[in-house]
């Protein structure tokens, strides 16, 4: 037990029932003040403040105390770019970066509160753009380097970034991406954009706008290895990051400094239990929130040395994760119940071929885990010695919420219990906690990582998260707590898919489809899958006059892969004469899901065409 961050679990347990004082207390450990709060919470639901009238920014927790301690030459970044490029980043190293670069964003005019769009893939200046603007208080908004131009552009319109950063290109099973090429697409309809800084990571030709783009090198290079950390308020905001949520237009979702830095290097202590000789890989593209918690913040809190790598998991053969893990004695691993899925597929032979005796703890996180992978994961990778922590939280919570601690026993498949400090629940339709039966996962009372809204969208933030049940959250996810109080998630309740642990809106890609001058009316659902969890299909309606094809067929999925990204290509396209609708005219889905797998379909008595189910079925 002593071997563990956590001490007297039960007491500790016990104490975070009167939530504003254990977190004031548990804060101390992680985060200085630049000037103490004078409360600790201000709960006037829907809307929080943590660490209220606090003078704070993250950045001097992640990077300024460390370049001031014995850490400065501790390794914070291990990074391994695909075609074998090493680099090590030291915490004073990547302080002086950081500086270098939001000096720079200053000559660029940019200023507390502007909104900066990074478009990166995962390669160290990525977490360097993000502190440098955190930094001079300006806010991030990453998008995930995967997404396509035009959902670039769609969030770059959205928050109106003032400047883009992002690089060349980078390396992907051995191709180059043209990031750059991709950025300039963007950037044809996206007027609040003033300047673009390059990162060179490819060498190469790349489409330039004299005067609007600068090289990050050339930027930088003048610029002085000092920058004072702008002094901000603990409920500033830190960060936009875009979510899918049940309409064709993903939320942004707001983070602030004080709130998020407890809550992630808390977590994180408690959950994967890091010391100071840890080596810590969290696998998730930073594009997404898992990277944001637990690749940057996070783990810079705690002083880490963290690894990332920039390309693909098989490549160049099925064990390039194992020969990392190896190579830098990686101490803990934390990944996707897909991505375990995939190693498995392709057998136990890769992993073996590699010393992963370094490993002590694993874990899991973005869908449910199902028992097969759990055990391979057991087994092959842990070796059965490391426990598996499957954390249950989303973009929105901004930290686990339900997990495991390496001293609480497992049930595997079970995110198991709330952490200490977090009230979840699972309610009935009527708001009554249930147990045993499937229900709405809620939380009760506030957490410092909580989001604080959806950006430019009060009402949408009250009505979607908080209008069903009073002052309480609604997750969106539907979840089983069982006898001895573990929770079960089962998948969400809103539409909303999970393909490869990414969420993915179904009307996002409706939307997209039906931007097609060819189709008519879309209706996409998840069909369960081997690998990914969850597979598109998507039924189209085409226009009158424009024929069915397997051309049609490919040119549509490529048209999904130009508005949001090839993750969400539709894995089945069906073409049908129409869809099942209710006499409001709202898409079926549920009704679709269940005759598309062979479920049973159920009430269908108020459909206005009933006969549209069967021809649903006869496309399978
Ligand atoms: C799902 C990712 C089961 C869930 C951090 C949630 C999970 C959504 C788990 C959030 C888990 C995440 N077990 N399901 N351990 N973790 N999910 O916002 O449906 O990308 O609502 O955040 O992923 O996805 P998001």
Known sequence: ????????????????????????EVSKEVVEWYKPYKKVLEWTPPWVKWFVG?????????????????RKNK??????????DRRKLTYGELNIEVNKLANALKTLGVKKGDRVGIYM?????????????????????????????????????DCKVKVVITCDGFYRRNKIVPLKSMVEDALQDAPSVENVVVYKRTGG??????KRDHWWHELTQAQSSKCDTEMLDANDI????????????????????????VGTALTLKWVFDLKDEDIWWCAADIGWVTGHSYTVYGPLILGTTSVIYEGAPNYPGPDRWWEIVEKYRVTVLYTSPTSVRLFMRHGEAWPKKHDLSSLRL?????????????????????KERCQIMDTWWQTETGTFCISPLPLTPLKPGSATKPLPGFTAEVYNEEGKPISNAGGNLVMLTPWP??????????????????????????AGDVARKDSDGFFWIQGRSDDVLNVSGHRIGNSEVESALVSNSKVAEAAVIGKPHEVKGESLTAFVVLKKGVEPSDELRAELREHVGKEIGKIARPDEIWFVSDVPKTRSGKIMRRVIKAKAVGEPIGDISTLANPEAVDEIGRAR
């Open 121 to 157: 893939p995962m390669i160290p200046e990525l977490p360097i753009a993000m502190l440098a603007c955190a930094k001079i208080g300006a806010i991030h908004t990453v998008v995930f380097s995967g997404f396509s131009a035009i959902a670039f552009r769609e969030r770059v319109n």
């Open 362 to 382: 694993l874990g899991s996180v973005g869908e449910p885990i199902n028992p097969e992978a759990w055990m391979w994961y057991y087994k092959n990778i842990g």
């Open 238 to 261: 830190l960060y936009i990051l875009y979510t899918s949520g049940t309409t064709g237009k993903p939320k942004g979702v707001i983070h602030a400094h004080g709130g998020y830095a």
């Open 75 to 84: 390794v914070a970044y291990i990074f391994e770019g695909e075609p074998g």
């Open 54 to 70: 606090a003078k704070y920014n993250i950045v001097h927790d992640a990077l300024d105390k460390h370049a001031n301690s014995w």
């Open 205 to 210: 030709d790349i489409p330039w706008t004299p």
């Open 1 to 24: 037990m002593d071997k563990h961050n956590i001490k007297n679990y039960d007491e500790l347990l016990k104490k975070s029932r009167d939530i504003e004082w254990f977190w004031g």
């Open 449 to 474: 990582g909580m989001f604080r809204g959806l950006y430019k969208d009060p009402k949408r933030y009250e009505d979607i998260y908080w209008s069903r049940f009073p002052n309480t959250y609604l």
